[in-house]
Nanobody
Framework: EVQLVESGGGLVQAGGSLRLSCAAS????????IGWFRQAPGKERDFVGR????????DYADSVKGRFTISRDYAKNTAYLQMDSLQPEDTAIYYC?????????WGQGTQVTVSS
């Protein structure tokens, strides 16, 4: 069974940093890209970034480029979202996802709140 569990969210002041984790199980972690998305209250879920498998790199939404960094630890089956220079508009529930065997899987999300 595919499972994704996010953690690391919290309340932070503008300009601060947080690191989110996405612990994965139920599939061969090395073989799949991991995506990060976020959903602010009353808005649609938006793409934040993703990390490809096999060291093929990352890409990011323009809104977070240069501030957020995605990485992965193959030994721990965990992906990370390092968020720096956080702003109030980054407030959202953050989700990781994987597209596995034709189906998209999501974690339960972790809340990030940035105060001004």
């Amino acid at each position: 069974e595919v499972q994704l569990v996010e953690s690391g969210g919290g309340l932070v002041q503008a300009g601060g940093s947080l690191r989110l984790s996405c612990a994965a199980s139920g599939f061969t972690f090395d073989d799949y890209a991991i995506g990060w998305f976020r959903q602010a209250p009353g808005k649609e879920r938006d793409f934040v970034g993703r990390i490809l498998n096999g060291g093929a790199g990352t890409d990011y939404a323009d809104s977070v480029k240069g501030r957020f960094t995605i990485s992965r630890d193959y030994a721990k089956n965990t992906a990370y979202l390092q968020m720096d220079s956080l702003q109030p508009e980054d407030t959202a529930i953050y989700y990781c996802n994987v597209f596995f065997r034709g189906k998209e899987y999501w974690g339960q999300g972790t809340q990030v709140t940035v105060s001004s």
